[in-house]
């Protein structure tokens, strides 16, 4: 069993920062991408920022330049820097991984149960 236990989300005025922190942790042999996804109410769930575990980092469009990805591959981690929000970057934030459970098995997607960020104008 895997499990991505986030935390960090919260209630924040425009213009505010917050600091997104996932641990993932159980039956995984390799860690490859991790990231977040974010999903509104009435929306689809959307891609926030991904990075590969050699450091590689890729963005929303509507994020870059405020939001920076990072993570700890000896701690299995991955945090997002977010500053100068907007209303509109209120959603639930999930956590992603995508992993091998073990030698030679397929690669899975996972994502976290998500945290919630609102931004208030």
């Known amino acids: 069993q895997v499990q991505l236990v986030e935390s960090g989300g919260g209630l924040v005025q425009a213009g505010g920062s917050l600091r997104l922190s996932c641990a993932a942790s ?15 109410p009435g929306k689809e769930r959307e891609l926030v920022a ?8 890729n ?10 990805i990072s993570r ?4 299995n981690t991955v945090h997002s820097s977010m500053n100068s929000l907007k209303p509109e970057d209120t959603a639930v934030y999930h ?3 995508n992993f091998y459970r073990t030698f030679g098995s397929r690669l899975n997607d996972y994502w976290g149960q998500g945290t919630q960020v609102t931004v208030s104008s």
């Open 59 to 68: 963005y929303a469009d509507s994020v870059k330049g405020r939001f920076t």
């Open 95 to 97: 956590c992603y991984a």
């Open 72 to 75: 700890d591959n000896a701690k």
């Open 50 to 57: 991904t990075i590969t575990s050699g450091g590689f980092a």
């Open 26 to 40: 159980g039956s995984i042999f390799r860690l490859n991408d991790m990231g977040w996804y974010r999903q509104a």
